[in-house]
Nanobody, 114 residues
Framework: QVQLVESGGGLVQSGGSLRLSCAAS????????MGWYRQAPGKERELVAT??????TNYADSVKGRFTISRDNANDVYLQMNTLKPEDTAVYYCTADIFARVYWGQGTQVTVSS
């Protein structure tokens, strides 16, 4: 019912910045919350940040103060990533929550060099 396409990933040096975008289409006005997950090589997928329909945000401790999640009127979601560290290297996935159903994008690669 919802399609998600991530973009904005790439290769950056430690301390640099990237802005990820997630374009949502379909039943976008049914979305209750959106978020970003990431999965590093050999590690479990972890929650990075979420934003509710009311604009309430939540962040993983590892990214607090460095990352900012936001959304626009079309329910597209963004992740501004500052002061990037090598441990931020992962595939980043956009998610959308529609009443207990979670939809996933295909992911975008973020690589941070030392």
């Amino acid at each position: 019912q919802v399609q998600l396409v991530e973009s904005g990933g790439g290769l950056v040096q430690s301390g640099g910045s990237l802005r990820l975008s997630c374009a949502a289409s379909g039943s976008i006005f049914s979305i209750q919350s959106m978020g970003w997950y990431r999965q590093a090589p050999g590690k479990e997928r972890e929650l990075v940040a979420t934003i509710t329909r009311r604009g309430i945000t939540n962040y993983a401790d590892s990214v607090k103060g460095r990352f900012t999640i936001s959304r626009d009127n079309a329910n597209d979601v963004y992740l501004q990533m500052n002061t990037l560290k090598p441990e931020d290297t992962a595939v980043y996935y956009c998610t959308a929550d529609i009443f207990a159903r979670v939809y996933w994008g295909q992911g975008t690669q973020v690589t941070v060099s030392s």
